[in-house]
């Protein structure tokens, strides 16, 4: 079984897998330094496309592909549909519930990081980001504003002229999330909508101080043979194709 990863819902369901005895191979893309390793086989680094990805599930006579990457990870997704067609594998896709409004939030849905940072550009002067260390480099062209961007890792390229570099890995509970947008004056938080509980405590956190949030919403994601929203789901698909033992 390969499991392409990177994300919670993929370590939970390599564990599972492990604990019942299947063979498990999760595949990282290596764009985190440290990154939180599930349990079984890893294999960090890319493919080298949908034409690597698919020599690959030939050479190791994968029984099935579970695309559990983050929502945001449109690239891969499209290369494991690619694949797993040209290779008749069964591909999965564990594909989280993104984020929906509740009452008292102030959303502005944005499609891209670069409309997220026109936005904030014009109306906003303290931003907090949490839109990866990949996407900060889109706010660089801001002098005027005071950013606290936080990320697992330091940002690649350009930042804003002023900011303040926070560097942590949650989750983050929403006492935590409050001292922090409050001791830093926060008038606006901006982030993706990867969807999920383990960070969602900003979102809260933002609606309780009357914060507005800058949306990035996903891209759209592949068609893919068959899509699940949970952990649980994923593991009843494979007892279903495959059994328990």
Known sequence: MLVLGGTGEARRLADLM?????????????????PRLPRGEVRIGGFGGAEGLAHWL??????????????????????AVHAATETSTPLLRLHRPPWTERPGDEWIRVPDTRTAAQVV???????????????????????????????SEPPPGPLPHRYLLVLDRG??????????MSRHRIDVLVTRNSGGESSAA??????????????????EAPPAPETVHSVDEAARWLVGRFGSR
């Open 202 to 219: 900003k979102l809260a956190t933002a609606r309780d101080l009357r914060i507005p949030v800058v949306m990035v919403d996903r891209p």
């Open 171 to 180: 989750p983050f509970g929403e006492d935590s999330e409050r001292t922090l």
């Open 58 to 79: 030939r050479e190791n006579a994968v029984s099935a592909v579970i695309d559990a990457t983050d929502p945001f990870a449109d690239e891969i997704s499209t290369d």
């Open 18 to 34: 492990v604990t019942a005895g299947l063979d498990v191979v999760t595949a990282l893309a290596g764009k985190v330094t440290r």
């Open 121 to 151: 550009a014009e109306r906003f002067r303290r931003p907090m980001l949490t839109v990866g260390k990949q996407g900060a480099s889109a706010f660089a062209g801001d002098t005027r504003g005071s950013y606290l961007i936080r990320c």
